[in-house]
């Protein structure tokens, strides 16, 4: 039987996982394929650090060994990073190399360059890992969506700041104490800005919206708000309401144009996304054939992320076999806009301090008023230093109508609104 020779750039999380799964499964491999795989070289940075992997496969640390080696016609990338990952698959492209990533800060980002080059090398590029971990949410879309219309695609795409959220509301802690543990356990970095920013699910909600809608969104162009700034009240009240606030990225048509945004929302207890906890994952694709469908697992670790990649390097094989490479991963491409605020509605959950006297929270609900905005549900609190805490549910209003609102509360200056999160019904 032919054997196919890989090379692999990284040997981290994921690329430890890649090893052990290709020497694991090499027989399944070989089955589903019919052709053997064996992975010949993988560049590291430090020999040293690596010393103890060195007897089961070959390092180095000059990338040329692989792209001069004719042998190796698969190359995985699992150094992370935008920089110098981009000009490291450049070379490899260049050098007429398939390449396999779960790099998906450098796909959102530099993603139409390097697809762009790999069709015109003719080489594959895929990154199913690069999205949900574990989760084959990707190819799903592009192949068992390809004849139906997805309005809508949602879901929590990033698993430290879903472990986070879950500790606040099952522990009753801070912001502050969850992310101590969920450090502490190796869920989150020691400078975890991209995932509490909300920046790594930004990344992924990039992709996800080119596979769901055709169109290429830019990172910037994505309203982008993490959770270091969601409080222990809040956690607490959206319970009490009903609710669980959620760290929840969504792509949807909207009027005549497309809406990302990537934001805290509070998810009704009731929806499925509501009993995705800890560091889990969860994606939901709303099609206009088949309504809703849920698509549930392990959103990172070295294994089940080691899987996708494992799936896409099988693609890669199957394609050498049928003399198919060079195509994209994703083919659908529409021209899309993005939406106007005014098309954007959603109810919101609200948070703000008022004085405690009378005649403040009339002066709320006449703004409300003025901007055709009602609320479903409110609870006032008695606060500190003669101020009360007020939190509202409204009923359905436009991204309009909320810059608006939170204009007028701003002009008040009497009072001051701490959040307002969408709510998932």
Sequence with gaps: MEEIKLGMVGLGTVGSG?????QKHAAKISAVTGRKLALKTVVVRNLAKHAAVAQQVYLTTDLNE?????EIQIVVEVMGGIHPAKEVITQLLTAHKHVVTANKDLIATEGAELIELARANHCDLLYEASVAGGIPILRTIADSFAADQITEVKGIVNGTTNYILTQMAQQHWSYEQALQKAQELGFAEADPTND???????????????????????????ATEGIDQVAAQDVAQAAAFGYTIKLVGVARLAGDGLFV????????????LAEVNNEN????????????????????????????VLSDITTVMKNMILKTNGNSFNRYSKQ???AESAAVKDRYYLALTLPDQPGEMQKLTTEMAKLNASFSQIVQQAGQNGQARVMIITHEMSKAQLAQLQAALAALKTATLHCAYRVIE
């Design 66 to 70: 692989i792209l001069t080696d004719p």
């Design 336 to 338: 899309l806009t993005l």
């Design 281 to 308: 994952n969860a994606v939901m694709v709303r099609g206009q054939a088949v309504g809703d469908t849920l698509f549930y697992g392990p959103g990172a670790g070295g294994l089940p992320t080691a899987n996708s």
């Design 196 to 222: 509490v920013k909300g920046k790594d699910a930004a990344y992924k909600m990039v992709i996800l919206s080119q596979f769901s809608f055709g169109t290429r969104v830019p990172v910037a162009a994505v």
């Design 18 to 22: 890649v090893l052990e799964m290709v």
């Design 261 to 272: 945004e990537v934001a805290p929302a509070l998810v009704n207890r009731h929806h499925p």
